[in-house]
């Protein structure tokens, strides 16, 4: 089962508003945290953004809420959830990667992944993942973006590591 898929413009735009939105929230160097974000602000796009909960020693990647429409792109309910339970193997493996890095660096993560594994080759989904951090420092929570597209060459995003 996969969510809906996407056109790569419309993609590319709502991810850029997400993204608009959380720098929007910014203050310098400092990070927003949960207690910022307006779910009115993010109204259009609640069916495609998570919140994924940071645990540490050792470091854990929960899925605290997923909107409906990533309940298609994973088959499944992932509320609740560890990275782990929701992805297995190689894909696992990058997911905990990359948000890792998200956490680390305490800068946005932007990618496109092949939905190949799953016999889907001519898919891709199309990822933001932003920090969050309740005082402005540690993060401790990520903002997910995800839409299901169909592969092309590239994506240009216009986003970069702040």
């Known amino acids: 089962m996969l969510a809906q898929v996407a056109a790569p413009a419309s993609a590319v735009r709502a991810l850029e508003e997400v993204f608009a939105y959380w720098a929007s929230l910014r203050s310098g160097t400092r990070l927003p945290g949960r207690a910022d974000l307006d779910p009115h602000g ?13 645990g540490r020693t050792p470091v854990s990647f929960r899925v605290r809420l997923a ?15 560890e990275i782990e339970q929701i992805h297995q193997g190689d894909e696992a493996v990058y997911w905990r990667g990359e948000l890792e890095q998200v956490v680390e660096r305490r800068q946005p993560g932007v990618g496109r992944r092949s939905l190949a594994a799953r016999d889907t080759g001519a898919l891709s989904v199309l990822w933001l993942r932003l920090p ?3 005082d402005g420092e540690t993060v401790d929570m990520i903002l997910g973006f995800d839409a299901v597209v169909g592969n092309t060459r590239s994506f240009d995003t216009g986003i970069r590591a702040a």
């Not at 993010?42 to 940071?54: A, E, F, Y």
């Open 42 to 54: 993010l109204k259009r796009h609640l069916p495609t953004v998570s919140l994924i909960d940071v």
């Open 132 to 134: 969050l951090a309740s």
């Open 67 to 81: 909107g409906t429409a990533l309940y298609g792109l994973h088959g499944r309910e992932t509320t609740g959830l």
